[in-house]
C-alpha cells in the first residue's frame, strides 16, 4: 500500500499552530505587562523583563494579538461547517449537564461580581498591579519632573545650577561615554547600558559635591 504523501502543505495544521504558538506569546506579554511599571517610571528606571523593555513588550502583544485574530478569522473560514457542527454538537451535549451549567454560570458570576464591587481580597490582585504600576520597588529617587529623562544634559546642567563643561567632564571620569549637550539622559543612560534614574542619580551627587 503506497504511503500518503505529507508533501502538501496542510493549511489546518499551518493555523493550529500559529494559533496555539500566538496564544502563548499572548498570555507571556500580557503577564509582562502586568508586571510592568507606569510608563513614565519604566523608562525612567529602564525597565526590562528578560531583556525586553515596556516598548517592546507592547509591541509584541499588539502584534500578536492582530496574527491571533486574524489566523483565528482564517481558521473559522478554512473549517468553517466542521466548526459548527462541532460547536452545534457540543452545545447540545452539555446543555444537558445542567450541574456544570449552573456551577460554570456561578462562577463566571462570582468572578464578574467581585471586580466590579471590587471585593477584598480579591480585589488586592489590581493592589498589587497598582503598586507595581506606581513604581515603589524600582525608583530609587524620583525624577524631578515628569519626563525628566528626555531633558538634555544642556537641560539638566540648567536645571542643577551647574556649568555644562564641569557636569559633561565628571560623567566622563566616572565613566560614561558621552556625544554632546544636546543627548537627552534616556540615549545617553541606553547607550551606557544604565538609566535615566542612576544618570540623575550620579548628576546630582557631582552637582552636591
Given at each position: 500500500?503506497?504511503?500518503?504523501?505529507?508533501?502538501?502543505?496542510?493549511?489546518?495544521?499551518?493555523?493550529?499552530?500559529?494559533?496555539?504558538?500566538?496564544?502563548?506569546?499572548?498570555?507571556?506579554?500580557?503577564?509582562?505587562?502586568?508586571?510592568?511599571?507606569?510608563?513614565?517610571?519604566?523608562?525612567?528606571?529602564?525597565?526590562?523583563?528578560?531583556?525586553?523593555?515596556?516598548?517592546?513588550?507592547?509591541?509584541?502583544?499588539?502584534?500578536?494579538?492582530?496574527?491571533?485574530?486574524?489566523?483565528?478569522?482564517?481558521?473559522?473560514?478554512?473549517?468553517?461547517?466542521?466548526?459548527?457542527?462541532?460547536?452545534?454538537?457540543?452545545?447540545?451535549?452539555?446543555?444537558?449537564?445542567?450541574?456544570?451549567?449552573?456551577?460554570?454560570?456561578?462562577?463566571?458570576?462570582?468572578?464578574?461580581?467581585?471586580?466590579?464591587?471590587?471585593?477584598?481580597?480579591?480585589?488586592?490582585?489590581m493592589d498589587l498591579r497598582s503598586s507595581i504600576k506606581k513604581g515603589s520597588h524600582l525608583v530609587s529617587m524620583k525624577p524631578p519632573e515628569?519626563?525628566?529623562?528626555?531633558?538634555?544634559?544642556?537641560?539638566?546642567?540648567?536645571?542643577?545650577?551647574?556649568?555644562?563643561?564641569?557636569?559633561?567632564?565628571?560623567?566622563?571620569?566616572?565613566?560614561?561615554?558621552?556625544?554632546?549637550?544636546?543627548?537627552?539622559?534616556?540615549?545617553?543612560?541606553?547607550?551606557?547600558?544604565?538609566?535615566?534614574?542612576?544618570?540623575?542619580?550620579?548628576?546630582?551627587?557631582?552637582?552636591?559635591?
Open positions: 500500500m503506497p504511503e500518503k504523501n505529507n508533501s502538501r502543505f496542510q493549511w489546518r495544521s499551518f493555523t493550529s499552530f500559529t494559533l496555539f504558538l500566538s496564544f502563548f506569546f499572548l498570555a507571556a506579554s500580557g503577564l509582562a505587562l502586568y508586571l510592568r511599571p507606569e510608563g513614565s517610571i519604566a523608562n525612567w528606571t529602564a525597565w526590562k523583563l528578560i531583556g525586553i523593555d515596556k516598548t517592546g513588550w507592547e509591541g509584541i502583544h499588539t502584534f500578536f494579538c492582530v496574527l491571533f485574530l486574524s489566523i483565528a478569522v482564517f481558521h473559522i473560514v478554512l473549517n468553517g461547517n466542521t466548526l459548527l457542527r462541532y460547536l452545534y454538537d457540543r452545545l447540545s451535549r452539555n446543555m444537558r449537564k445542567k450541574k456544570e451549567l449552573v456551577m460554570s454560570a456561578a462562577l463566571v458570576g462570582m468572578v464578574l461580581f467581585l471586580s466590579v464591587f471590587q471585593i477584598r481580597p480579591f480585589w488586592d490582585v515628569q519626563d525628566f529623562d528626555r531633558r538634555t544634559l544642556f537641560e539638566a546642567a540648567n536645571f542643577l545650577q551647574m556649568p555644562l563643561e564641569q557636569l559633561m567632564k565628571n560623567l566622563q571620569e566616572n565613566g560614561l561615554s558621552l556625544k554632546d549637550e544636546n543627548e537627552s539622559l534616556s540615549e545617553l543612560a541606553r547607550r551606557n547600558h544604565t538609566s535615566p534614574q542612576k544618570v540623575f542619580m550620579l548628576l546630582f551627587q557631582i552637582a552636591e559635591q
